[in-house]
């Protein structure tokens, strides 16, 4: 199980270079992969901090049992992320 979200980003310049501040409580869209599948979907964040996916139509994502991998990508850059 692989989920890519895509969240706001901010670069910070900084004396000794950037930083990076990822918002990973606004939710966005994202791609869920899993079992040779690829799903579209939208997460967010509840009152209790739990991360949420939902499909584009809006049903409860079913994740898959077994490891999952998290990856924050800026919301911005979204448009270059391709599968091959």
Do not use: H, M, P
């Not at 895509?6 to 950037?18: I, V």
């Not at 799903?39 to 079913?62: A, C, H, M, P, V």
């Amino acid at each position: 199980n692989v989920f890519i979200l895509f969240a706001n980003a901010t670069t910070y310049e900084k004396a000794d270079g950037t930083e990076l501040v990822i918002d990973t409580l606004s939710g966005g869209t994202g791609y869920y992969i899993s079992a040779g599948y690829l799903t579209e979907i939208r997460w967010s964040i509840d009152e209790n901090g739990e991360l949420k996916f939902k499909t584009l139509n809006g049903e409860q994502l079913t994740v898959n049992k077994g490891a999952s991998y998290i990856s924050y990508y800026k919301a911005s850059n979204a448009s270059k992320v391709t599968f091959i």
